[in-house]
Antibody, heavy 119, light 107 residues
Framework: EVQLVESGGGLVQPGRSLRLTCVVS????????MQWVRRAPGKGLEWVAG????????AYADSVRGRFVISRDNTKNSLYLQMNGLSAEDTAFYYC????????????WGQGTQVTVSS | SYVLTQPPSLSVAPGQTARISCEGG??????VNWFQQKPGQAPVLVVY???DRPSGIPERFSGSNSGNTATLIISRVEAGDEADYFC??????????FGGGTTVTVL
């Protein structure tokens, strides 16, 4: 069974950093690209970042480019999102998802982790 | 940047057909995916590449795409179809784009 489990969310002050982790099982991790998507309260889904199977290719939404870094460790079946310079606008549920390539459909999603940015 | 526009809400009676539109410039030339998200749950892919269904998704879910409008069609609507629905495309200049979402209410 395909499983994606996010962790690392929580309450953080504006300007601080947070790192999210997504641990996967049930499929060959390094056969797939991975994505991060978020949903802010009362808003819709927003794609955040994507990474190729080997990490050589990354892509970011304009809203996070220069502040967030997506990375992966294929030896640990893990995906990461390093979030720096957080602001209230980053408050959202963050989901990881798998896809065959960065530009391919998102087949499976995790349950998400909540990030709240507030003083 | 590329923008996808969906109606914010749609109400439909059980057993009827729901049609959710997703408008974007020349969207007919792009491949459209649709996601369903119920409260407190992760999004689920219900239609990909305009009209294909992942395994496990009922045949009641279908899609079309032409011109400037893509459409998700839910036939014989059930109470369990109440959810938010999002369209999505890959754009070469904007990367992944989601529509604003449509909340479907079953009367």
């Amino acid at each position: 069974e395909v499983q994606l489990v996010e962790s690392g969310g929580g309450l953080v002050q504006p300007g601080r950093s947070l790192r999210l982790t997504c641990v996967v099982s049930g499929f060959t991790f390094d056969d797939y690209a991975m994505q991060w998507v978020r949903r802010a309260p009362g808003k819709g889904l927003e794609w955040v970042a994507g990474i190729s199977w080997n990490g050589d290719t990354t892509a970011y939404a304009d809203s996070v480019r220069g502040r967030f870094v997506i990375s992966r460790d294929n030896t640990k079946n893990s995906l990461y999102l390093q979030m720096n310079g957080l602001s209230a606008e980053d408050t959202a549920f963050y989901y990881c998802a798998k896809s065959r390539a960065v530009a391919a459909r998102f087949d499976n999603w995790g349950q998400g982790t909540q990030v709240t940015v507030s003083s | 940047s590329y923008v996808l526009t969906q109606p914010p809400s749609l109400s439909v009676a059980p057993g009827q057909t729901a049609r959710i539109s997703c408008e974007g410039g020349s969207i007919g030339s792009k491949s459209v995916n649709w996601f369903q998200q119920k409260p407190g749950q992760a999004p689920v892919l219900v239609v990909y590449a305009d009209s294909d269904r992942p395994s496990g998704i009922p045949e009641r879910f279908s899609g079309s795409n032409s011109g400037n409008t893509a459409t998700l069609i839910i036939s014989r609507v059930e109470a369990g179809d109440e959810a938010d629905y999002f369209c999505q495309v890959w754009d070469t200049t904007t990367d992944w784009v989601f529509g604003g979402g449509t909340t479907v209410t079953v009367l």
